[in-house]
């Protein structure tokens, strides 16, 4: 569930994941029941839908369809705490959430907090700050949502000036909760995992993301895979560290990198984690064969095998279309 019209970035993205999802699980043979919008245009007789209409609670209805589920998958972004509040009514059921705890939720949808929590435990990741008196007089920043998803509302900033104006002036992010980052620069890239519960982690390919960048804003418009093996190596290790000694981490995981130049990672950047499933997951599905179903939902151990149907890769948008790359 998404906040915003169906013209939002964040309601293209999530309609894409949810389709792309249920396909894989009624292949495996999986029950589906799912709760959709009512400007959601959707018909599929294999799938038990629930409309939610202005007026009725998420929630309620979220738990009562709980009861007769195995297990639940929540697609809902961080912001404004949706994805908190879901997983948190879900953990109030007895159906099996096999996804990150609302603890793990609460920390990673805190950009500020887990920054903190990266400095305490070694992780590189670009200084971040809260308040503008904080922010040092020289260097390019960027400043976003404290709790935001898809890069919304995220922008590049100059200097210290341009900043503060800005805060003051754009009436596109003053009345957001922001952090402010130091701008890195390098491959902006993400790697899926999926973490079981003994904390063993079977990763994904890694993704290049396609950055849209107009007026100083910035915009999640896709991805492309497989990278490099050289930048898989590094992304899995930085992941590794980014995910190490959060309580509650589990099932699909997405880490946000920037990978520098330095071919040994020494100028590698966690720059957030998506507690949740991502969009990549739409092409990474055709990515690996089979789909990542088995090793999500059955915990299988087997390694993850690229698909020969893409021998060069592919390149998928946030509306769920894919295309073969003609170079990786």
Same mark, same amino acid.
């Given at each position: ?11 293209? =993205? ?27 245009? #959707? ?73 903190? #929590? ?8 670009? =200084? ?118 959060? @309580? ?12 520098? =130049? ?39 151990? @087997?390694?993850?095998?690229?698909? =020969? ?20």
């Amino acid at each position: 569930m998404v906040k915003g019209g169906v013209d939002s970035p964040l309601f293209a =993205e999530g309609k894409a994941m949810l389709m792309a999802v249920m396909n894989d699980l009624i292949q495996y043979g999986h029950n589906i029941v799912t709760i959709i919008r009512d400007d959601f245009s #959707f018909d599929d007789l294999s799938v038990q839908i629930h409309r939610l209409s202005f007026g009725k609670s998420l929630i309620s209805l979220l738990k009562s369809l709980a009861i007769d589920c195995d297990a639940c998958v929540i697609i809902a972004p961080e912001c404004g705490g949706i994805l908190f509040e879901m997983v948190r009514a879900i953990e109030g059921t007895s159906v099996l959430n096999i996804g990150c705890s609302s603890t793990a939720v609460a920390l990673c949808a805190d950009k500020f907090q887990l920054y903190k #929590f990266w400095c305490a435990n070694n992780v590189p990741t670009p =200084e971040t700050w809260l308040h503008i008196d904080d922010v040092p007089r020289e260097g390019e920043f960027i400043i976003k949502p404290l709790d935001g998803a898809g890069s919304q509302c995220v922008r590049i900033i100059k200097d210290l000036q341009c900043l503060k104006k800005s805060l003051i002036y754009d009436d596109r992010i003053k009345n957001e909760k922001l952090i402010i980052q130091r701008l890195v620069h390098g491959i902006t890239s993400s790697i899926s995992c999926l973490v079981r519960e003994n904390g063993s982690i079977v990763f994904m390919p890694a993704c290049g993301q396609i950055i849209g960048y107009q007026d100083g804003c910035l915009s999640y418009e896709g991805g492309w895979s497989p990278l490099l093996k050289q930048f898989q190596i590094r992304s899995e290790r930085l992941a590794k560290r980014a995910l190490n000694g959060i @309580r509650g981490i589990l099932g699909w995981v997405g880490v946000d990198l920037v990978l520098g =130049e330095s071919s040994d990672g020494s100028d590698d950047f966690a720059i957030e984690i998506n507690p949740r499933l991502t969009t990549s997951y739409i092409g990474i599905r055709q990515l690996i064969a089979p789909s990542p179903i088995p090793w999500w939902i059955n915990m299988e151990d @087997r390694p993850v095998v690229l698909n =020969e149907t893409w021998p060069k890769g592919l390149q998928w948008d946030k509306s769920g279309k894919v295309i073969s790359l003609g170079v990786i």
